[in-house]
């Protein structure tokens, strides 16, 4: 690993890979990188120490590190070795039922191939699982085998049935502090030698409402902005939508460009509707050519701008913005 500015880590593989997104390269991988959680880092050192409890649960705002959190839990269980055979993430949203979570107990009974047997279970938005599906974990969670770890995090604590509750150890994440964010950012500017200004960062930790993922996200989608207003201006447009930033950096993305992940990213969108997603697009487009240097990058913009011009009917559901990303990538004269 590599010591960067502000404490920040990084790995030879990160600074290889320059498609990943900031929040996605400075995810913390140790308790030292995570930010303003010290009384929770605190106890699960001890914890980890013991090795006693298998069940965790964290809440707290989105984006303050709840995931990363049983990630590095699920690590250190795993003597720091652990691979994706050791540690498994479900997304409550799309594994609601029974049957789905039945068969996320099952598979979790057979021990990992590799350095570690653990089983690190991580169910995403827990609290979007049915009444039924939390009957079926009541016993896994609270007799699990010596390999097995479970880590629930939500945003929406009220919905966990309190017979799961009190069979975890839970840990209520607070908002991190303004200027331990300001901090992360203006580490993360000086080691990708970013040029972005003092107020264009302090507008972005403003509008990141305590997140540090926000503010890594927000930092990328200002990359072009000049001044606080700019940076205002394309947070607004983005809906401060990590997915909808997410879709317009892969849109102004030079190469590598693909139908398969168009899709996915709209996938990822979810219940957003599409001429929400359109004028948010097309905003955020906007403030980028507002700060374009040259005409070429201006036409390019431009051209990107085209497909999304005409209003979408609300009655065609998703298939003018797949439209509108066809023609963006030039689809239509492949």
Not at 229 to 235: E, F, K, Q, S
Not at 242 to 257: H, N, P, T
Request: charged fraction near 20%.
């Amino acid at each position: 690993m590599e010591r960067t500015a502000g404490g920040i880590t990084r790995s030879e593989t990160y600074k290889a890979t320059a498609a990943l997104s900031l929040h996605t390269k400075y995810r913390p991988t140790s308790f030292a990188e995570v930010l303003g959680q010290e009384h929770v880092i605190r106890s699960l050192k001890k914890a980890v120490k013991g090795k006693r409890a298998h069940s965790y649960l964290f809440t707290g705002p989105s984006g303050c590190g709840k995931t990363t959190l049983a990630r590095i839990l699920a690590n250190s269980f795993a003597g720091q070795d652990a691979t994706v055979a050791n540690i498994q993430e479900v997304p409550a949203a799309d594994h609601t039922g029974v049957d789905a979570m039945r068969a996320v107990a099952t598979r979790a009974l057979s021990m990992a191939i590799g350095a570690s047997p653990i089983k690190a279970i991580i169910l995403d938005e827990c609290h979007r699982l049915s009444g039924a599906a939390w009957d079926v974990l009541l016993k896994p969670i609270e007799e699990p085998p010596a390999h097995v770890y479970w880590f629930l995090c939500s945003t929406n604590p009220s919905k966990i049935p309190t017979t799961i509750k009190t069979r975890c150890l839970c840990y209520d994440l607070r908002a991190v502090a303004e200027p331990l964010i300001l901090g992360l950012l203006e580490a993360v500017v000086e080691a990708e030698a970013l040029e972005v200004s003092q107020e264009v960062l302090e507008a972005v930790v403003d509008a990141a409402q305590g997140s540090p993922r926000q503010a890594l996200t927000g930092l990328e989608a200002c990359l072009y902005c000049e001044t606080a207003v700019d940076a205002r201006t394309v947070l607004r447009s983005a809906g401060q939508s990590k997915e909808v930033i997410d879709l317009c950096r892969f849109l102004l993305r030079a190469q590598g460009r693909s139908w398969p992940e168009a899709v996915k990213l709209v996938k990822a969108l979810g219940d957003v509707d599409a001429e929400s997603t359109r004028i948010n697009v097309i905003n955020y487009l906007a403030a980028v050519l507002l700060n374009s240097k040259s005409e070429r990058q201006a036409a390019g913009i431009l051209a990107l701008m085209e497909p999304f011009r005409e209003t979408y009917l609300a009655s065609d559901k998703l298939a003018p913005l797949l439209y509108s990303l066809g023609l963006a990538l030039g689809l239509d004269h492949a």
